[in-house]
T-cell receptor
Framework: QKEVEQNSGPLSVPEGAIASLNCTYS??????FFWYRQYSGKSPELIMS????GDKEDGRFTAQLNKASQYVSLLIRDSQPSDSATYLC???????????FGGGTRVLVKP | EAGVTQFPSHSVIEKGQTVTLRCDPI?????LYWYRRVMGKEIKFLLH????????ESGMPNNRFLAERTGGTYSTLKVQPAELEDSGVYFC??????????????FGPGTRLTVL
């Protein structure tokens, strides 16, 4: 079992729709959770961080965390073609500061 | 404020040669990390510096990899001798030291290494 799992996609959504991305993690002691966006050939860019159960909203992005289910998700509202990218879920283990990444979900927003 | 920079952006070398990658973190960031993504796999942690000290090097694949951060500023990652399986994208990231688990890591553009 991978430490952080994501559906590789591609997740195809029409422009203006909601994109829903999911991520599960195996280390129940994980404390910090991050969503990075990565355009092809570019560096991962942090878009959301979440540390406690519940929802966290930032503009068109909402992160949801459920530690009991070891599940974190990202919603992208009013999806735009510029949101087309790979979205990486990452967690920090309780043992230190290193990020453990999932394989990423590729999102395609079609005009 | 300048972001994390990495040099070179691309490197193509022959098996058995040596390559040195450089990372300049964001000014004032004590934490510096190296990660690697090989083809088809997820990004994997290599090691973590706090200032000039190696805090965690549990992800270093073998002794062909040597990372240094003299003076606690920029860092180098040397691969000697390079093997085919070392090909991938090497990312550097940096963060401020806040003493907790919530330090945000900012990534550089990566160095794409190809070993022929």
């Amino acid at each position: 079992q991978k430490e952080v799992e994501q559906n590789s996609g591609p997740l195809s959504v029409p422009e203006g729709a909601i994109a829903s991305l999911n991520c599960t993690y195996s280390d129940r002691g994980s404390q910090s959770f991050f969503w990075y966006r990565q355009y092809s050939g570019k560096s991962p860019e942090l878009i959301m961080s979440i540390y406690s159960n519940g929802d966290k909203e930032d503009g068109r992005f909402t992160a949801q965390l459920n530690k009991a289910s070891q599940y974190v998700s990202l919603l992208i509202r009013d999806s735009q073609p510029s949101d087309s990218a790979t979205y990486l879920c990452a967690v920090i283990s309780p043992a230190g500061n290193k990020l453990t990444f999932g394989g990423g979900t590729r999102v395609l927003v079609k005009p | 404020e300048a972001g994390v920079t990495q040099f070179p952006s691309h490197s193509v070398i022959e098996k058995g040669q040596t390559v040195t990658l450089r990372c300049d973190p964001i000014s004032g960031h004590d934490n510096l990390y190296w990660y690697r993504r090989v083809m088809g796999k997820e990004i994997k942690f290599l090691l973590h510096f706090v200032k000039e000290s190696k805090q965690d090097e549990s992800g270093m694949p073998n002794n062909r990899f040597l990372a240094e951060r003299t003076g606690g500023t920029y860092s180098t990652l040397k691969v000697q001798p390079a093997e085919l399986e070392d090909s991938g994208v090497y990312f550097c990231a940096s963060s401020q030291w806040t003493g907790g688990f919530t330090d945000t890591q900012y990534f550089g553009p990566g160095t794409r290494l190809t070993v022929l």
